[in-house]
């Protein structure tokens, strides 16, 4: 048995969702339609023809659901706002009823002493945006910036956590580059262009936000996964360093002032992963406003991945290795790898020197279900947890500053291209009458809320 390990006063536990994956009520009180809306009900891009229309029913039961966070002990609560709920067509009229709803939310989650954490794009954008162009037009970032302020002006006087994106570089690369996100498209060219919009908007959100909402503090939430070289070889760590390079450098590095990494350019095109190594759609003052100070840094840390050069047409990639030993394999087929966590965390303490982290999603996805007693003995889900608050808290003990844990997530939802096939709740659905059952996960983890550590 290990020792008992203490998280620092004030450390704050949350569990996290977003907007699509839970609401539902996808036409309803005036919402415009999403990215996600057009792309869940074109036949053929989410596994069994699931949609995001119903969801968890949050949007009806979101009372409840705050009941629920209640009796796990949450602390905090990281949500996000549906772009098209505020405003249907991205820009100009404003929808009143979407207002009312995230407000109504707020309120209720402080009237039960939960902090909100407030992710503004969580990957639902308006369609009517899209059509124009989506990220990869440029005047989508000024839609961005008018959208932040709706919202934050109705939400900053309670709202003090602000989140401007949710992981560009998936929004980015998966949607744009892989296309199994919405809006599915496969062209890296466009997928870097529309990074560039994307961290364009973040930093001309952030000054909006502080200004509507005084005290505030606001940062953006990069997906980090750990990777390594598959092998020793130069063709492997040459992979290893375009595959970083992408997922990890290409946004972390303007955020931290430091600008683009050029060398991902030249090795993408020696690569033939990109027909364009240069960027006319940075104009002068785009890295600097990218740059704006953020308070934290949020991250979301997974499972580890392996770069490798011996594809067909050697280009490097990053691969998950085929899944062993299910003991250290989730459901996603991702690798349990804490170590990775803590590598992470040091990366961005002593690389990039952020002044403040918080994870703000890990978790793992078991299909365990509700057995005769009406339990979900989710063990497996309670042990990734607990290395994974482990290898967190080793970190601190390093010197990161590490402000609080958002696990993924509150309860089981739309698992985008996976649909409800993948489940991440610490709270099983029932997605035919919508019950909610804690799992033992989150039984164990409202003792570790109690107790600041396990
Ligand atoms: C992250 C997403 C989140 C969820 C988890 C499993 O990339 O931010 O919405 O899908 O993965």
């Given at each position: 048995m290990t020792s008992k390990l203490t998280f620092p006063t004030g450390f704050l536990w949350g569990a996290a969702t977003a907007s699509y994956q839970i609401e539902g009520g996808w036409n309803e009180d005036g919402k415009g339609e999403s990215i996600w809306d057009r792309f869940s009900h074109t036949p053929d891009k989410v596994k069994n023809g699931d949609t995001g229309d119903v969801a968890c029913d949050h949007y009806h039961r979101w009372p409840e659901d705050?009941?629920?966070?209640?009796?796990?002990g949450l602390q905090s609560y990281r949500f996000s706002i549906a772009w098209p709920r505020i405003l249907p067509t991205g820009r100009g009229t404003v929808n009143?009823?979407?207002?009312?709803?995230?407000?109504?939310?707020?309120?209720?989650?402080?009237?039960?002493?939960i902090t909100p954490f407030v992710t503004l794009y969580h990957w639902d954008?308006?369609?009517a945006l899209q059509d124009e162009g989506g990220w990869e037009v440029r005047s989508t970032a000024e839609a961005f910036v008018e959208y932040t302020e709706a919202i934050s002006r109705r939400l900053g006087d309670r709202v003090k956590n602000w989140i401007t994106?949710?992981?560009?570089?998936?929004?980015?690369?998966?949607?744009n580059w892989i296309g199994e996100h919405a809006p599915g498209k496969k062209d890296l060219d466009a997928a870097l262009k529309i990074s560039h919009h994307l961290l364009l908007s973040h930093g001309w959100a952030v000054p909006v936000i502080r200004q509507n909402s005084p005290g505030a503090e606001v940062g953006i939430t990069l997906n980090i996964n750990y990777t390594q070289p598959a092998s020793l070889s130069p063709a492997d760590y040459t992979?290893?360093?375009?595959?970083?390079?992408?997922?990890?450098r290409w946004f972390a590095d303007p955020v931290f002032g430091r600008g683009y990494p050029l060398d991902v350019l030249t090795s993408g095109k020696k690569f033939g992963l990109i027909q364009d190594d240069q960027m006319?759609?940075?104009?002068?003052?785009?890295?600097?406003?990218i740059a704006v100070p953020t308070d934290f840094i949020g991250l979301n840390y997974y499972n580890r991945g392996l770069a490798r050069a011996d594809v067909?047409?050697?280009?490097?990639?990053?691969?998950?290795?085929?899944?062993?030993?299910?003991?250290?394999?989730?459901?996603?087929?991702w690798e349990i790898y804490p170590d990775g966590l803590f590598n992470i965390l040091m990366r961005l303490h002593v690389e990039y020197q952020a002044p403040k982290i918080y994870v703000t999603e890990n978790g793992a996805s078991y299909s365990t279900p509700p057995n005769d007693e009406g339990r979900v003995p989710d063990q497996r889900r309670l042990n990734y947890l607990r290395s994974h608050f482990a290898a967190a808290h080793k970190a601190i003990e390093c010197g990161v500053p590490l402000s609080g844990y958002f696990v993924w997530s509150l309860m089981d939802n739309f698992e985008w291209?996976?649909?409800?096939?993948?489940?991440?709740?610490?709270?099983?659905?029932?997605?035919?009458t919508q019950q909610r059952t804690p799992k033992d996960s989150a039984l164990w983890y409202k003792q570790v809320i109690t107790d600041n550590g396990f």
């Open positions: 705050i009941a629920l966070m209640k009796t796990l009143p009823a979407g207002l009312d709803f995230y407000s109504r939310l707020v309120d209720g989650l402080l009237d039960a002493g954008l308006p369609q994106h949710n992981e560009p570089a998936v929004v980015a690369f998966v949607g992979a290893y360093r375009v595959g970083d390079g992408l997922w990890t006319p759609y940075v104009l002068p003052g785009d890295l600097d406003a067909p047409d050697n280009a490097p990639q990053t691969v998950f290795q085929a899944p062993k030993d299910p003991d250290h394999w989730t459901e996603m087929d291209a996976f649909g409800y096939a993948q489940r991440f709740g610490i709270v099983w659905v029932d997605f035919e």
